[in-house]
């Protein structure tokens, strides 16, 4: 673990230079440890794939008492309580006008469509991280058979639910949006409500399985 300044006003901690779910599983807990240390003086924790950035109110705590206090309270981590991961299943109607870039996928790995389908749905994911847009989930990890590229130029518009591939990752558009991930799906399921909390369906740490209907 090593901490870096990030910023006037943030703290950068870091696990590990891959993805996977060892340096996951010491972001996420990590992460509730952070959140369990309850300081006003965070505005804002935000894991990701390898490191927890710390957003503080630099008028109020400076970045050096920050790293003694974390580094005085470090003990505590093995104490804390994590919430088991929630169970999902994700209803996903593959290719034709729902997965636009089925056929792409299929031409790029040499896999028939029912074989993509098949490999897509067999895996149990893991949300590595919520981020880009509002609920968003990076899952991983994704069968290496099904590794695709971006595109060089991405969509201006996908429609909300859209389940798409990019590289070693799966992950689904809560919105109507731009999209640079290859479309092979999508679902009715809503992945984001702001009326109604938690926000996210998904959260950190949570598993799911896609199911084809």
Not at 19 to 47: A, C, G, N, Q, W
Not at 88 to 100: A, D, K, S, T
Not at 119 to 139: K, W
Not at 183 to 203: A, H, V
């Amino acid at each position: 673990m090593n901490l870096y300044r990030y910023g006037e006003s943030g703290i950068r901690i870091v696990f590990g230079n891959s993805i996977d779910l060892e340096t996951h599983e010491k972001v996420r807990r990590y992460y509730y440890f952070l959140k369990s240390l309850r300081l006003k003086e965070f505005i804002d924790i935000i894991p990701s794939f390898n490191s927890c950035v710390i957003n503080f109110n630099n008028n109020a705590i400076s970045f050096e008492n920050i790293v003694s206090l974390i580094t005085e309270r470090h003990g505590e981590l093995d104490a804390i309580e994590i919430p088991q991961p929630a169970q999902h299943e994700i209803p996903v109607m593959y290719g034709g006008e729902c997965g636009p870039d089925m056929e792409f996928v299929c031409e790029y790995s040499g896999l028939s469509d029912n074989e993509v389908i098949e490999i897509h749905t067999s895996v149990i994911y893991t949300v590595f991280t919520v981020g880009f847009m509002p609920g968003f989930p990076y899952l991983g990890t994704l069968d290496k058979r099904l590794y695709a590229p971006r595109l060089e130029t991405p969509r201006l518009k996908v429609p909300e639910g859209s389940v798409g591939l990019a590289q070693l990752q799966t992950g689904i558009y809560p919105f109507e949006s731009p999209a640079g991930w290859r479309i092979i799906g999508k679902t009715d399921k809503k992945l984001f409500d702001y009326k109604k909390e938690p926000y996210s369906l998904l959260q950190i740490g949570d598993k799911v399985r896609f199911i084809k209907i």
